[in-house]
């Protein structure tokens, strides 16, 4: 099990940039295949990105494809998601999330942190 914190959410006008990090504590960070999620007021929690143990191969919804992108530092325990060309619709609580390999479903979760993007 890993502990999960997420940080640098933050007010931005459209067509800006964040960088959100998560930060994990524990010593199976490295073993673990982490994601981003968010969820909009009113909306169901959705998937947004994904990136796996070697961080090789990484998944992102299309609604942001092009726009935002998953990376991990295993050395410092963190996961980041690079948001760019940010738009209204990408408002809402952004969560990271990780399982390890052999689980069907993410078993840890951080508390999110806000986005808002003005238009």
């Known amino acids: 099990q890993v502990q999960l914190v997420e940080s640098g959410g933050g007010l931005v006008q459209a067509g800006g940039s964040l960088r959100l990090s998560c930060a994990a504590s524990?010593?199976?960070?490295?073993?673990?295949?982490m994601g981003w999620f968010r969820q909009a007021p009113g909306k169901e929690r959705e998937f947004v990105a994904r990136?796996?143990?070697?961080?090789?191969?990484?998944t992102v919804a299309d609604s942001v494809k092009g726009r935002f992108t998953i990376s991990r530092d295993n050395a410092k325990n963190t996961v980041y998601l690079q948001m760019n060309s940010l738009k209204p619709e990408d408002t809402g609580v952004y969560y990271c999330?990780?399982?390890?390999?052999?689980?069907?479903?993410?078993?840890?979760w951080g508390q999110g942190t806000q986005v808002t993007v003005s238009s």
């Open positions: 999330a990780g399982k390890v390999a052999t689980s069907g479903q993410y078993n840890d």
């Open positions: 524990g010593r199976t960070f490295s073993t673990y295949i």
């Open positions: 990136i796996p143990v070697n961080g090789i191969i990484t």
